[in-house]
C-alpha cells in the first residue's frame, strides 16, 4: 500500500469517529462526499492530502507554526532538525528545506524590512529568539533577559511566540515559561517587560501567542493568548491590561488577524473526554466567534459565549493556522504522530 493511500485511509477511519453522539448537528464523515466544516459565513472544505511528503526524505516530529512570505510561499516551523523550515507553494508541493538547529523550533514571525522578508524563530529548548533571513541566515539572537532580575537563569525563559510592530520593535511571549512578555526594539534591545505567572487580570497561565493588532488604527494594542486559562488578553503596547475576551472550554493557541478577523488553532476542548479534541475558532472585527470549525456552533447567551466543544474528530492538537489571500486556511498540528498539515478551503 502506498503512503499516500495509507494517510487517506487513516485520515477517513479518524474522521468517521464522533467525539459523542450528544451533539445533533455533528458531522459524519462521508468518503464519498467533500466534509464542510465551520459555521455562518465561514465555512471549509477540508483537504487531508495537502503537503504530504516523504518522511524518509522530509521528516517531521511537531508541526508547529506555518507563514506565508511576500512570494506566496508557505513556510512551516518544526522541531526536526533534519528539516526545521519545510517550504511549500499553495498547492502543496515541496519547494524547500533549511534548518538543522532548532530542537525547540516553536515561535514563527514573518518579518517585512524594506521589501525583504525575515523570521523570527522562538526555539524553547535553546531559551532564544533567533532572527534570520528568509532562507535561514543568522542576523542575531536574544537570549533570556537577565538584566529584569525575573529570571534566575536561562532554563526559565521558554519563548513560545513573538509579534513585529511597523517600526521593527518585537514583543516575545514567554508561554513555556515564567510568562512574562518581553519589549524589545529592532536590534533586540531590550525595552520593557510585563505579565508574569498568575491569576490576575495582567498575569498569564500559558502565555502561548502574541500578535500586533492594528484593526483600530487609533488604539493599537497586543493579544496575547492565556491558553490554560481559555482567555484572550488586551494590552496597551506599553504593557498595561486592557481587557479580557472568554473563549470557554478553548485552549487557543496564538491568535492571527487576516481581513479584520481573528484565527486560532484550538488545542483542545477543555472538558472533553479525549485529549486529541482541537479545532479552529474564528472572531469577526468586533471579536465575537462567528465559526468553530471541528466543533459546536458559537452561541451566546446574554453576551456570553457557551462553552465550545470539538464534534467531529478531524483534528489532532491543531497548533497554528496560516490564512492566504484565497482565505484557504492551512492547519499545523502538534503531536499528531508526525502529520502533515492540513489545508481548508473556505466555500
Not at 119 to 128: N, S, W
Amino acid at each position: 500500500m502506498s503512503r499516500r493511500k495509507f494517510l487517506k485511509q487513516s485520515s477517513c477511519a479518524s474522521l468517521g469517529i464522533l467525539l459523542s453522539p450528544m451533539y445533533s448537528d455533528a458531522f459524519a464523515f462521508n468518503k464519498s462526499k467533500d466534509v464542510i466544516i465551520g459555521h455562518n459565513s465561514h465555512k471549509y472544505k477540508v483537504d487531508m492530502n495537502w503537503g504530504n511528503l516523504d518522511p524518509l526524505k522530509t521528516p517531521v516530529k511537531d508541526c508547529h507554526e506555518m507563514v506565508q512570505d511576500s512570494k506566496g510561499r508557505i513556510l512551516m516551523l518544526t522541531n526536526h532538525t533534519k528539516n526545521n523550515i519545510i517550504i511549500y507553494d499553495k498547492s502543496g508541493k515541496l519547494l524547500e528545506t533549511w534548518g538543522t538547529q532548532f530542537p525547540g523550533g516553536h515561535g514563527l514571525t514573518l518579518v517585512k524590512e524594506n521589501g525583504e522578508d525575515f523570521l523570527l524563530i522562538c526555539d524553547y529548548e535553546r531559551h532564544q529568539i533567533i532572527k534570520t533571513t528568509i532562507d535561514g541566515k543568522v542576523i542575531f539572537e536574544v537570549d533570556y533577559p537577565s538584566e529584569t532580575g525575573k529570571y534566575a537563569s536561562k532554563d526559565a525563559f521558554k519563548p513560545t511566540e513573538t509579534t513585529v510592530l511597523e517600526n521593527g520593535d518585537f514583543y516575545v511571549a514567554d508561554g513555556y515559561g515564567n510568562q512574562y512578555i518581553t519589549h524589545y526594539n529592532h536590534k533586540g534591545e531590550l525595552l520593557n517587560i510585563f505579565g508574569g505567572r498568575g491569576t490576575n487580570e495582567d498575569q498569564f497561565l500559558n502565555a502561548h501567542g502574541i500578535c500586533y493588532d492594528n484593526r483600530d488604527k487609533n488604539n493599537p494594542c497586543l493579544l496575547i493568548s492565556a491558553r490554560e486559562m481559555n482567555v484572550l488578553k488586551r494590552f496597551s503596547l506599553d504593557g498595561k491590561y486592557l481587557s479580557s475576551i472568554d473563549v470557554p472550554g478553548a485552549l487557543i493557541c496564538r491568535p492571527v488577524i487576516h481581513n479584520n478577523h481573528i484565527y486560532f488553532a484550538v488545542l483542545k476542548s477543555r472538558k472533553s473526554p479525549n485529549s486529541d479534541s482541537g479545532f479552529l475558532l474564528i472572531m469577526d472585527e468586533n471579536n465575537n466567534v462567528v465559526s468553530c470549525p471541528g466543533a459546536t456552533a458559537p452561541m451566546y447567551n446574554n453576551s456570553n459565549l457557551d462553552e465550545l466543544y470539538q464534534t467531529i474528530r478531524l483534528f489532532q492538537y491543531p497548533h497554528d493556522v496560516c490564512i492566504d489571500e484565497d482565505e484557504s486556511v492551512y492547519v499545523a498540528q502538534w503531536n499528531s504522530g508526525q502529520t502533515y498539515p492540513l489545508k481548508l478551503t473556505r466555500v
